[in-house]
């Protein structure tokens, strides 16, 4: 893609702006009486939907009607689409009518300015009692370093030389200072877009912040710098992370698209994924361990490739290097991520730091083999070995992976458990809403932390889902408008876990520890009674 393709929006003059006095400034342009009548018509519709529900209304009636509020909602804001409630569901599971606020880019090509009309609050119509999946409670963990002495203006700024960018949140509305460090590929521009989304989602729920972010791949501070209980480590946002170092983990930006590899939003991509392991029952694929990727990126995958199957030794693995270019060029019909869901087994590695094809790899219901890495993102910790995944050895890959694809096909009920769960895992814990929901806590309790106002800054770019989709084409574009939040929640976020304990998490990380050792156990034990009847 043109560099001036990634770069279009920032250089528009019209995006600096003076933040003095910023105020949200919604349906400006409504005068008093039709905003008076838009209230009226949202009240209508939720009584006749009440009243229909316990059947004083008929549902007949009630469409009769709606046809006529939709018009005269319509011709108010036109920017807004009507969903009407779907008829076949049954009246007591129907919802009110939803307002959906669509991409407006004839607004944005003419003004420039990030309309006005998006809600700035909302209040859910099912209040969440859930807590939120075990893996959050790692949230804790990773701002733990801050908890005695806040994050103060100082600390805040000694993370800008690592930087891409610099986010701020100020009265619901979100700021950009970017810097002149290259991104990879188009990876800063989705993950402003999820934040941006996140704020569609849940509008007026974050507080006042200001974050440092860097898209690279490997975290840079280093925990043994700042020991001492006055050191002040740098807070700096990454997609992951490892236990000698103290960035803290954020979700991906392919939560949005990946338009460089073709891989689309997380909600289609989960959808696809499910029904690509429609296609053939667990017990019914091949039984092998399968990977597809590029191997030049790591020492650790040109290690796994070795394993490969060849006419003189079979360790039971199908590996496939991937050209990511030579995809490309043949419109990706080899690497569709729905339609590599055909093996018994699965096998993760991370790359050059970690893998962004992990969450793709657990979601396709098979047993992850899941080499050992060096690496974390923000939910892998959540997930146990024999539970979710099986582990293998990064210092004997070749036996480990043997071993673990034998140990499946002769414990296939046990195998195909493990599969289920770490699948499971996926779909449920980690759906767009708990993905969102991960984001909301940890911005939140992130500015719990602030010891300081957020300010803008002078030459500082506001940014919202037209400043950042519309100066776009392509796939890029395409995935933007897929993965656009048009409404907000319909529930609050999931409540967060407490931290643990030293005692839990210590059980906790002793219990991951002791399932790898027997894992190990049964691989020395195998080999061992093989070498002995040859």
């Keep these: 893609m043109k560099e001036e393709l990634l770069n279009s929006f920032w250089n528009k003059s019209n995006n600096i702006i003076s933040i003095v006095g910023a105020k949200w400034k919604y349906l400006k342009r409504v005068t008093t009486t039709t905003y008076v009548t838009l209230l009226l018509f949202l009240f209508l519709t939720i009584t006749v939907s009440a009243l229909s529900y316990v059947g004083w209304i008929d549902l007949f009636v009630q469409a009769k009607y709606s046809v006529h509020l939709k018009k005269k909602a319509e011709s108010m804001v036109p920017s807004l689409v009507f969903i009407e409630p779907d008829k076949k569901v049954e009246s007591q599971s129907m919802r009110p009518p939803i307002l959906e606020y669509p991409l407006d880019c004839n607004a944005w090509n003419k003004t420039n300015t990030c309309p006005t009309t998006y809600p700035k609050s909302y209040k859910p119509l099912n209040p969440n009692n859930s807590t939120c999946p075990e893996y959050f409670r790692w949230i804790h963990e990773d701002l733990r370093h801050w908890k005695n002495t806040g994050i103060t203006r100082e600390m805040l700024e000694k993370s800008k030389k690592y930087a891409h960018f610099r986010l701020i949140i100020l009265d619901g509305r979100i700021y950009i200072e970017r810097y002149a460090k290259y991104s990879i590929e188009t990876r800063h521009l989705f993950t402003m877009y999820g934040i941006v989304q996140l704020l569609r989602f849940y509008p007026g729920k974050l507080p006042n912040l200001e974050i440092m972010f860097d898209t690279d791949d ?3 501070i280093p925990e043994r710098e700042f020991r001492r209980p006055d050191s002040g480590p740098p807070p700096l946002f990454r997609y ?28 289609s991509m989960l ?30 995958r040109k290690d796994l490739i070795k394993c490969n199957v060849t006419d003189k030794q079979n360790w039971d693995t ?17 690497s569709n991520i729905e339609d590599q869901c055909t093996h018994r087994y699965k096998i993760y590695v991370e790359g050059w730091a970690w893998s962004v094809s992990e969450k793709y790899i657990f979601a396709c219901d098979s047993p992850t083999l899941y080499i050992e890495s060096h690496f974390y993102d923000f939910f892998i910790r959540g ?15 070749c036996k480990s992976l043997k071993f673990a694809v034998q140990w499946g096909n002769n414990h296939t009920h046990k195998a195909e458990a493990i599969g289920k769960a770490g699948s499971e895992f996926i779909h449920e814990d980690m759906k767009m809403e708990r993905v969102f929901d991960y984001i909301y806590h940890l911005l939140n309790e992130y500015a719990k932390l602030q010891r300081f106002d957020p300010i803008v800054p002078q030459d500082t770019t506001e940014i919202c889902s037209e400043s950042l989709a519309c100066p776009l084409d392509g796939l890029w574009r395409k995935f933007m408008e897929e993965g656009l939040e048009k409404s907000p929640s319909y529930s609050d976020p999931c409540i967060l876990p407490p931290p643990y304990d030293p005692q839990q998490l ?29």
């Design 218 to 220: 490997r975290p840079v």
């Design 240 to 267: 992951c992370s490892d236990w000698q170092s103290l960035d803290i983990v954020f979700p991906d930006w392919s939560f949005w698209g990946w338009g460089e590899t073709n891989i689309r939003p997380w909600r």
């Design 271 to 300: 959808k696809n994924i499910k029904e690509g392991n429609k296609r053939s029952k667990w017990k019914d694929r091949i039984p092998f361990a399968y990977w597809r990727g590029n191997p030049l990126v790591s020492h650790v």
């Design 318 to 334: 199908l590996l496939y290097p991937q050209d990511w270019k030579n995809q490309s060029k043949i419109g990706y019909k080899e």
């Design 383 to 397: 997930m146990i070995p024999q539970q979710h995944y099986w582990p293998i050895s990064d210092n004997d890959k």
């Design 506 to 534: 210590k059980t906790f990380v002793e219990q991951k520890v002791n399932a790898t050792k027997q894992v190990r156990s049964w691989e020395s034990e195998y080999w061992s009674s093989l070498n002995k009847n040859q």
